[in-house]
């Protein structure tokens, strides 16, 4: 197009001002603001500007994109002040999935959320006494309830701090900085890419001390270890992996007994720290805050958001001497968590002195029974069935497992019911996409070409909606 042509074009776009007059966007600044409409407003004119320039407007087109003008600057409005982080339904059956989030809270810690974080509480503040108080006291007294205040002979307290990375910081710098840690080569993990136990050593400016092979270690190679520097025994659960064959590691007792001898803390990083018995849901082999705790060990980390079912939180159990020292280190004071986690895992914990533990949304998933699940997912083959008006979309009903996920028993897995979809116009991977790019977006498994929803991770009440994504997943 010749440029005095465009250069017309150019002079028909309207002013920012003179949009800001029109009476639609008059609306959008009374309900969002000045600022946020003006941005909206400069972004539309400069793509229609850039789209004069590239001929893709002329002055045909251009009449009609000014027509939609005021229209285009409300959907970019819109997506301008969209949440970036939103609820999506959770269908790959992975109960602790650290992408989606962990662990759902319980309906009832919003209400605990809203009622002491919407205003002032008395988080550090003592009733009694009118005088400044301790956080911790909050939940501390929970978790003496749930772990009993006296535990192998010593008082047991608890602390919280952002996440279990920062627990296992907290204890190492505050029980042994400057000296050497003992801790076992097959147990030098790495969670989630960010979190090895070699690094947070260092920067608890502790020497790791590594003793025995990847597969085999006995207690024979940590007493070898010990010398005048060294400050404590770690132990650290391999939570998303599993060493199997010609393997060896010595039980917690023998660990225990040998610290004792020594005169040396043991401390273990539970990873998932499960507060209740997980056999009864069919989960073996995962260490429970209790047994370690009985069985001697001094100290336990664990994460709130894990097995625990909670928020984001590192808690740290065990001897009360030990947390102290832990409590009185400053880096405590930079690892500490606000008012909305201890309200909500206070609610939580609450849950669990009631053994109320279906209020616990991911106890509550674990513990959901395979005939439930297949019962809800027939409703939902039923429904897309009948709904569907062409009929690209096949769902199947398959046996298939959930997983515990989030660096939790890394090998169990509970029995349920998977829908598969077919669909004979698109594959896998965009069909998965259009489930991510709904409202709300789906996440799903993709395996082998097929896409897996599970719905022990589906809250009942998003049956429904789940259902009428899948319905609406025609066309090509
Ligand atoms: C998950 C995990 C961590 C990290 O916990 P965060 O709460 O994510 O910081 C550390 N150690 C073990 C063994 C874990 O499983």
Known sequence: MPAANKSAL???????????????????????????????????LARLREEISADQLDEKSLPIALGGLSAAVERQLRQSLRYSLRPLINATGVILHTNLGRAPLAASAFDHIRGTASGYSNLEFDLKTGERGKRDVHVDRLFQRLLGSDCAGSVISTIVVNNNAAAVLLALNSLAEGGEVIVSRGELVEIGGSFRIPDVMSKSNTTLREVGTT??????????????????????HRSNFEI????????????????????????EDLGSGALIDLRSVGINGEPGVLDSLQAGVDIVTYSGDKLLGGPQAGLISGRADLVARM???????ALRVDKLTYAALETTLIAYVKHDHDAVPVLRMMRLA???ITRRAEAVLSHVESSQTSQQLKLELLDGESVVGGGAAPSAVLPTTLIALIHSGVGANEL?????????????????GHILLDLRTV???????????????TGN
């Open 10 to 44: 150019f002079q028909k776009l309207p002013s920012t001002d003179e949009l800001l007059h029109d009476p639609q966007i008059h609306g959008l600044v009374e309900s969002d603001g000045h600022a946020p409409v003006t941005e909206s407003i400069r972004v539309v």
């Open 370 to 372: 395979k005939n439930e």
């Open 432 to 448: 998965s996409a259009r489930l991510r790019a709904g409202t709300p977006p789906i996440a799903a498994r993709v395996e082998e």
């Open 459 to 473: 809250f009942p009440e998003q049956d429904d909606i789940l259902s009428a994504a899948l319905a609406s997943l």
């Open 215 to 236: 597969n085999r270690t006995r207690v024979a190679d940590y007493e070898n270890a010990i010398n005048d520097r060294t400050r404590l025994l770690l132990r650290v």
């Open 327 to 333: 409590r009185s280190n400053p880096l405590f004071r």
């Open 244 to 267: 199997t064959g010609f393997t060896e590691q010595p039980s917690v007792a023998e660990l225990v007994a040998l610290a004792q001898r020594r005169k040396l803390p043991l401390i």
